[in-house]
């Protein structure tokens, strides 16, 4: 598996794809992932036996990213077939990028009494409500990412500019508790599993979630470049027959479910036990299949705060070629 540091190699190599034959394009899909929660695809990467299509009627080259945005990017400049998508990052590329894609599939979305992203304090800050934000510094994984439009929306609701008045930082989920833990941020998003751990060490305390600005958030989904699906669909329609098999993998077999995350995230198994696939953790459609409604409505919270166009999620829509699929 190749790491985000060299996905620029894989846009010199999109304009040799390009001129590939035919054959070869139905014989591997390149697909961009990251971390956390794809367990889908981390069953499709970690246990490729259990899915008797992949190496025998086609291939997938794994290229790993460090978010979104870098993937969105790739796509649009024909480095990557399929890929890991916030509904942000894709309407990014849509309107910036001239990116036409279709959403074939979803990883997680946040569901009521489950787990939502939300920011930390510390136990002992005198940041008590969101309007006690103002001069701050707040950290959020990434400036223009999925999670800014929410995190604007209930801002704004209290009284808050996000644009003047506070000091907005990017800080990754990976490091988010020691830098708010350190002092480098006044308030800083969580994310699982570093959620989990940061609660078991004690000492912060949620401030808000994105679950008040909006219920069931998409946060991750899978979207294929609309010219690779129409000119390969029965290669897409293979490898969406996949992502369902592996959701449905994931879902019956927890205990396996743990090793294969374990081995990806690098996560101790007692800090995973803790919440993956239990009440306090993200949802998942049980055949991957995308909430097209909620995606709408974050677009149009998007559009709201002015960081999208208005946006019809219609135009994401193939008519046949989305999870789930037998």
């Known amino acids: 598996m190749r790491t985000v540091s060299r996905w620029i190699l ?30 889908s695809k981390y069953w499709m990467m970690r246990r490729p036996a259990e899915f008797p299509s992949i190496g025998k009627t086609y291939n997938i080259e794994w290229t790993q990213f460090q978010g ?9 400049a024909g480095a990557l077939d399929c890929a890991t998508q916030a509904p942000l990052s894709l309407a990014n590329g849509v309107v910036g990028g001239n990116l036409k894609a279709y959403i074939v599939a979803q990883h997680v979305f946040e569901k009521p009494g489950g787990f939502s992203v939300y920011w930390a304090v510390m136990d002992d800050s005198p940041i008590k409500t969101i309007a006690d934000l103002k001069g701050k510094t707040v950290g ?20 808050v500019d996000p644009t003047k008045d506070i000091k907005l930082v990017e800080v990754g989920f990976a490091v988010s508790e020691d830098a ?23 000492g912060t305390r949620k401030l808000f979630s994105l679950s008040q600005a909006m219920p ?12 690779f699906v129409d000119k390969n669909p029965e290669l897409v329609k293979t490898y969406v027959r996949d992502i369902t098999s592996g959701m449905k993998k994931a879902l019956a077999n ?3 479910t743990l090793k294969v995350v374990n081995e990806v995230l690098k996560a101790p198994l007692p800090v995973l036990e803790t ?21 709408q409505k974050m677009l149009d919270i998007y559009a709201e705060t002015g960081m999208l166009p208005k946006l019809d999620v219609a135009q994401f829509k193939h008519p046949t070629i989305v999870a789930p699929l037998q």
């Open 180 to 202: 708010l833990r350190q002092g480098r941020v006044d308030a800083v998003n969580m994310n699982q599993p570093f959620a989990a751990r940061a609660e078991a060490k004690g």
């Open 10 to 39: 894989a846009l010199g190599a999109a304009a040799v794809s390009a001129g590939a034959s035919p054959s070869w394009a139905q014989q591997t899909i390149r697909v961009g992932w990251t971390i956390p929660a794809e367990e």
């Open 216 to 227: 069931n958030i998409v946060h991750i989904l899978e979207a294929c470049r609309a010219d």
């Open 254 to 256: 927890r205990e396996e």
């Open 68 to 76: 979104t945005a870098p993937m969105t990017q790739a796509l649009a």
């Open 140 to 159: 959020i994984s990434v400036i223009g990412g999925g999670t800014q439009g929410p995190f604007n929306l209930l801002l704004k609701q209290n009284g």
């Open 275 to 295: 919440y993956l696939l239990k009440d306090n953790d993200f949802g998942r459609d049980p055949g991957a299949a995308p909430n097209f409604p909620a995606i």
